[in-house]
């Protein structure tokens, strides 16, 4: 059982540092722009995204993140519901594990998603009744004693006793109503063994009802009710009428405040609405799409409020004819594509190729972050984008702050402002695709030291280009033979030479353009590969590159990691070769990382290395010999151990991970280092009472030698900082907790001038 940082009831923990993000706590940064299910929960409304979920005060329209960063256990929710009656919010995520929110508590229940019972156990519906949660499932009717927080019965109601999907379950004063897709079906809730499919009977097919599936069934003013394909029925004694049909695709029907509200579309005409129909059949109001409603997914009502879960523009609040949005600024989908810091601001691609680079008709294009607001640039932003799709390279020209966004079809984009940009495909120097007319495929991208920009490009002819600073353009063809001419990210070196991956398990090329990049005469190309004399990798599938402060290049494989400690003698007579360390583990010796797919490497300002993998995350110290840190998502709010990218804001010392649940990030303890000391910043700043996390006093010299002293120059503790930023636990040497008062920070750079740099103090 974990704390939660939201009430039920529900208030918001204001934290008392939160002036600056404190050094080793998390965030996240999901979709929660995609509403799918809306619920009441007392005076709060929660909503349902692809990925998490937000609650809104209806009082005062406070919103608060319900996430593993707040207490939660897992991510990526299916759906949830709410019981008045117990208090206590129900969440069933994708992967069936199971979450009870009850006042400050969060109760994690993960016996269906651990269970080894072959066959669907996705959730797909959550009813209450007398003290029970009644989960539609895959497998039958999962019940959860709401009292006792566990599974206490599971109906396997389907013909013959298997499984059967079960959709919607409901009850009367009597009855169990569970809406199949065999039908309907029912038992006297008196029965003792309702885990035997032979104490249901099927009510479809007879008395008015038809045979077949059943969406939904409710108990809807003590009338029981039920979807079937796109007409609602209700049980007039033993008889079904036929109440309420249209010809719209029917997204969802549920009932609340006693009414069913149904959310639906009209095929080809871009139209959509929320219909509120009472238990006879009369449609009493509708709620039509426009500009604050394009999406309706899933609703409820109070009143004359109707809360609608909105596909596109998250919560929305409809009375009358005035709309109220209800949403978070975030990013939308899992982000697949490049991750990248530049001045201070994060860049992230969105776009998706699978592990055969193909690609995704992925449509998110790219994303912003300064910190406090993301901004999206896409074709639903930017309507020239309309056919910029699969964006999985970004980059920045650092003259003057133009975009270029590599799309893995749609050519290059280059975007100076929203009303400012080209389009690079047909009629320019970009070629396109082996076998794939009118697509434009771009690999990677990078700036070199010259404002030079590299291009990969999979194409039939030149498959190498570069965009000079001047603006004229050069080609060139990478001299090995590869599958359809396929060049991915590109790396470059302290000296210049451009590491250039390449896809589905070809190695690594390095190119020199010599000393002019119009004469190609003096052009030098090697290629890596395994084997020692040819470039000794661990493995031909490189998936990531990263040049540390060394100037050394690490490189992820399939199979461990590999470093190129000598990238200016590859054309040497001396050669160079990937140079795969052997690090002490336990009791054994082994290769680093030679068991790990490894997916993203990042260096930050301590030249300490953030290996990101299919098994989670690891800092590693920079010579690789040392576990700094460890995190997975089962130790962590780490949103998936399945890692796509990782980077880091030097300035704060914050990490980035993407995963195929979305972006989370953690405070570092190294950043960036700072010329003139006199500008640091102590955080959390007074330190309050009870604290118990990491201090961080940011802003030092690169290496600095740090002494916090009492004001009567007794040294408490001594450290050096990473990068530019020293961390205290706030334990003196006798590892006593610093008593209250104000402490002085001494920082001693490498010439070895010490001076005073900052004061923390700490209150009782």
């Not at 960036?672 to 961080?696: L, M, Q, R, W, Y």
């Not at 020293?726 to 920082?747: I, K, P």
């Amino acid at each position: 059982m974990k704390t939660f940082f939201l009430f039920i009831g529900l208030t918001l923990l204001q934290s008392a540092f939160a002036q600056m993000q404190p050094i080793g706590q998390w965030r996240e940064h999901m979709d929660y722009r995609s509403g799918k299910r809306v619920a009441f929960a007392g005076n709060n409304v929660v909503t349902a995204t692809e990925f998490g979920a937000y609650m809104v005060n209806r009082t005062d329209g406070e919103i608060s993140r319900l996430s593993k960063v707040s207490g939660l256990s897992d991510v990526g929710v299916r759906t949830l519901n709410y019981s008045a009656t117990d208090n206590k919010l129900l969440i069933a995520y994708k992967n069936s594990n199971i979450d009870i929110l009850y006042r400050s508590n969060v109760i994690n229940i993960p016996d269906v998603m651990r269970s080894r019972v072959p066959g669907d156990k996705a959730i797909y519906n959550i009813s209450f009744y007398n003290g029970k949660a009644y989960l539609s499932s895959g497998l039958g009717v999962i019940v959860i004693d709401l009292a006792k927080y566990e599974v206490s019965n599971t109906f396997i109601i389907g013909n013959s006793g298997g499984n059967v999907q079960v959709n919607a379950f409901a009850a009367d004063a009597t009855r169990f109503y569970a809406a199949t897709e065999e039908g309907l079906k029912v038992a006297s809730q008196s029965t003792v063994n309702l885990n035997d499919y032979r104490n249901w009977s099927i009510l479809s097919g007879a008395n008015g009802l038809p045979a077949g599936p059943v969406k939904q069934v409710f108990n809807i003013n003590n009338t029981i009710a039920v979807q079937y394909f796109n007409t609602i029925y209700v049980l007039n004694g033993t008889n079904w009428q036929a109440i309420y049909t249209d010809d719209w695709r029917w997204e969802s029907l549920n009932v609340s405040d006693g009414a069913l509200l149904l959310c639906e579309e009209r095929f080809g005409w871009n139209e959509r609405r929320v219909r509120v129909i009472n238990s006879t059949g009369t449609v009493t109001s509708t709620v039509q799409n426009n500009s604050e409603l394009r999406y309706p997914f899933h609703a409820v009502k109070s009143g004359a409020e109707i809360w609608i879960a909105d596909y596109e523009k998250g919560l929305v609040k409809a009375e009358a004819s005035v709309f109220e949005r209800y949403n978070i600024n975030s990013p939308y989908g899992a982000l697949d594509g490049e991750l990248f810091f530049h001045q201070k601001k994060l860049y992230v691609a969105g776009g998706s190729i699978n592990d055969a680079w193909n690609y995704q008709y992925n449509g998110t294009g790219f994303f912003t972050y300064d910190g406090n607001e993301w901004k999206d640039y896409n074709r639903f932003t930017l309507p020239w984008m309309d056919t910029v799709l699969d964006v999985i390279s970004v980059t920045v020209d650092p003259r003057d702050e133009t975009i270029y966004a590599g799309s893995f079809g749609g050519g290059l984009v280059e975007l100076k402002t929203t009303n400012s940009f080209k389009i690079y495909k047909q009629n320019s120097p970009l070629n396109v695709a082996i076998g794939d007319p009118n697509n434009y495929r771009v690999g990677g991208m990078a700036f070199d030291n010259n404002n030079n920009l590299w291009i990969s490009n999979f194409a039939g002819n030149n498959n190498f280009l570069v965009k000079k600073a001047d603006g004229n353009w050069r080609s060139f063809r990478v001299p090995f033979l590869v599958k359809d001419n396929m060049v991915g990210a590109i790396l470059m070196d302290d000296n210049d030479q451009k590491w250039i991956q390449v896809p589905q398990g070809n190695g690594l090329f390095c190119f020199n353009h010599g000393a002019s990049i119009d004469n190609t005469g003096d052009d030098r190309w090697k290629w890596f590969q395994t084997g020692r004399g040819s470039g000794n990798l661990p493995s031909n599938l490189v998936n990531c590159m990263a040049k540390d402060k060394d100037g050394f290049i690490w490189l992820g494989t399939d199979k461990g990691i590999g470093i190129i400690q000598c990238p200016g003698d590859v054309f040497t007579g001396n050669g160079c070769e990937a140079f795969q360390p052997v690090v002490q583990q336990d009791n054994f010796a082994g290769l680093l990382f030679e068991n790990e797919d490894v997916r993203s490497i990042a260096v930050d300002a301590a030249n300490r290395k953030w290996i990101g993998t299919r098994n989670g995350v690891w800092l590693i110290s920079a010579d690789g010999e040392k576990v700094v840190e460890r995190f997975t998502a089962e130790n962590s709010p780490l949103l998936s151990n399945n890692i796509i990218r990782i980077a880091i804001d030097p300035a704060t010392g914050e990490v980035y991970f993407s995963t195929f649940n979305g972006v989370c990030s953690y405070r570092g303890s190294a950043t960036e280092a700072k010329e003139n000391p006199d500008k640091v910043v102590v955080f959390p700043s007074p330190v309050p009472a009870g604290f118990a996390g990491t201090i961080g006093i940011r802003g030092l010299p690169e290496n600095a030698i740090v002494k916090i002293v009492e004001l009567n120059g007794r040294l408490v503790y001594q450290t050096r900082s990473l990068g530019g930023q020293a961390v205290w636990n706030g334990r003196d040497y006798r590892n006593q907790r610093a008593a209250s008062g104000v402490y002085l920070v001494l920082a001693k750079d490498e010439f070895g001038t010490e001076k005073q740099v900052g004061k923390i103090v700490f209150i009782k």
